[in-house]
């Protein structure tokens, strides 16, 4: 099926059954399992693909609506408190993971950051700048916030994008990880044995649950936390 085996664009729903049967669906039980959306029992059902639409939604809120929207653009760099993570650093790097899961792992394409690389000043640095949860001031020093919201907003917009017409399609798959890592981002594995063993082996599904959503979520609520203690909260 060539290099777009897996892209999800070109993975098969499930096809409706005959009359008198059930549609089967993708849907979260502890991981993504396919079950009828005429349940037994509560006869509750998940739509999946609403809940998807819904939580990236909710990241993406939390990140520009009370974050973006409220920090003046000249103290991203600024640490709060003296120490700990700056905004540059936190949204070059959930901007990254979202990135690698969908367009590199997933949808088995070159991660935006390649394009993004220059103008984001990190011409220089190694490719797995802003991957590791420690933030490298050295590189993001040299990021300015203009060209980091172009790219974090390009990495939403793309997911959103791949997302709308996704449906109810098969996400059990799981792609050559590695590979994909290596040849569509550039990365090697001695240099990020992590980054590797975390995502090898995973499922599609577990892309978008963890690195998209949950990971987003949680570094979300890390940057509120930095505007708070920049004395910007809202409330």
């Known amino acids: 099926m060539g290099q777009g085996q ?19 669906r993708a849907a979260w039980h502890g991981g993504l399992t396919r079950f009828p959306e005429r349940c037994i029992g ?16 909710a990241v ?16 991203w760099h600024e640490q709060a408190d003296g120490g700990g993570a700056t ?21 088995n394409h070159p991660a935006l950051f ?15 700048v802003g991957l590791s949860e420690a933030e490298d001031r050295a590189a993001t020093a040299h990021v300015q916030p203009g060209p980091l919201l172009h790219y974090l907003t390009t990495v939403f917009d793309q997911t959103a994008e791949w997302l709308q017409p996704l449906g109810s399609l098969v996400l059990d798959i799981e792609p050559n990880t590695d590979h994909r890592l290596t040849h569509h981002a550039g990365l ?27 990971h987003g979520h949680a570094h979300a609520g890390e940057a509120i936390s930095i505007r708070n203690r920049m004395g910007l909260s809202p409330f």
């Open 114 to 128: 390649l394009a993004h690389r220059e103008a984001l000043g990190l011409a220089d640095h190694p490719l797995s």
């Open 188 to 214: 090697d594995r001695a240099e990020l044995p992590w980054l590797y063993g975390m995502w090898e082996g995973k499922q599609l599904w577990w892309f978008v649950q963890w690195p998209v959503i949950g």
């Open 6 to 24: 897996y892209d999800l664009r070109s993975v098969s729903g499930f096809p409706a059954e005959q009359d008198g049967q059930v549609r089967m």
């Open 60 to 75: 993406r809120s939390k990140l520009f609506d009370t974050v973006v929207r409220l920090v003046p653009r000249d103290r």
């Open 87 to 107: 905004l540059a650093g936190l949204l070059l790097h959930v901007a990254r993971h979202q990135d690698l899961a969908v367009n590199t792992v997933i949808r």
């Open 42 to 57: 509560y006869g509750a059902t998940v739509d999946l693909h609403a809940w998807m639409t819904a939580d990236l939604a």
